[in-house]
């Protein structure tokens, strides 16, 4: 069974405020004349759900045409803490739930998808970010807007992460999707230079 937990992106999806909508229209039109009917879109690539690129919070660092594809396909591992405050969670480097894990999905019920920006959401605290990477976290995937608050401006945890060599996805559509183990594929578009990259992210049930 797959599961699409990919944000569907239209005027109006919020964006990260102060950033560019997502915009779109038409080129060409056949009602009009046109021999065939041509769109175009424009706006940020944080829009929807998306991968960030190292470039992101740290100028040199790689940007979206080098994520590499391996950390974006395989197990993964879905955690639900919707019922936890805004802020850093409680959960440490020793829950069982975390053994082994290579890929980590948070549902903090704070997603776009819902149709609002949340005003904030819970986060790992990068501490157990940084121990998680260094244990071999290859990717770390919220269903909120970012894996920091949204206050922040240190984006400690996406440091921890790009930091310890794992990727990060953001504004995944959880809510269907139970506490569990999967399958994940969620490539990033091959788009050159930029610190984002939008993706069709899919869990497929064990």
């Given at each position: 069974m797959l599961h699409d937990i990919s944000v569907e992106v239209r005027v109006g999806t919020p964006e990260w405020p102060g950033d560019a909508p997502f915009e779109c229209g038409w080129t060409m039109r056949m009602a009009e004349g046109g021999s065939v009917?041509?769109?175009?879109?424009?706006?940020?690539?944080?829009?929807?759900?998306?991968?960030?690129?190292?470039?992101?919070?740290?100028?040199?660092?790689?940007?979206?045409?080098?994520?590499?594809?391996?950390a974006f396909l395989g197990d993964a591992v879905v955690i639900d803490v919707s019922g936890s405050p805004a802020g850093p969670l409680s959960i440490g480097v020793d829950d069982a739930r975390l053994a082994g894990v290579e890929r980590?999905?948070?549902?903090?019920?704070?997603?776009?998808a819902?149709?609002?920006?949340?005003?904030?959401?819970?986060?790992?605290?990068?501490?157990v970010a940084a121990t998680l990477a260094e244990r071999g976290l290859r990717l770390f995937g919220v269903d909120a807007p970012s894996v920091d608050t949204r206050h922040s401006t240190q984006l400690e945890?996406?440091?921890?992460?790009?930091g310890g060599g794992a990727f990060v996805?953001?504004?995944?559509?959880?809510?269907?999707?139970?506490?569990?183990?999967?399958?994940?594929?969620?490539?990033?578009?091959?788009?050159?230079g930029l610190d984002a990259a939008p993706v069709r992210a899919v869990l497929r049930s064990r």
């Open positions: 009917n041509l769109s175009r879109i424009g706006g940020s690539p944080h829009v929807g759900t998306h991968a960030d690129a190292p470039l992101h919070v740290h100028d040199g660092w790689p940007a979206s045409d080098l994520l590499p594809l391996e980590l999905l948070l549902r903090t019920g704070h997603c776009i819902d149709g609002a920006f949340p005003s904030d959401w819970p986060v790992l605290d990068p501490t945890v996406h440091h921890a992460l790009f996805l953001e504004n995944l559509d959880l809510r269907g999707v139970s506490e569990g183990r999967y399958e994940l594929i969620a490539l990033p578009q091959r788009l050159a």
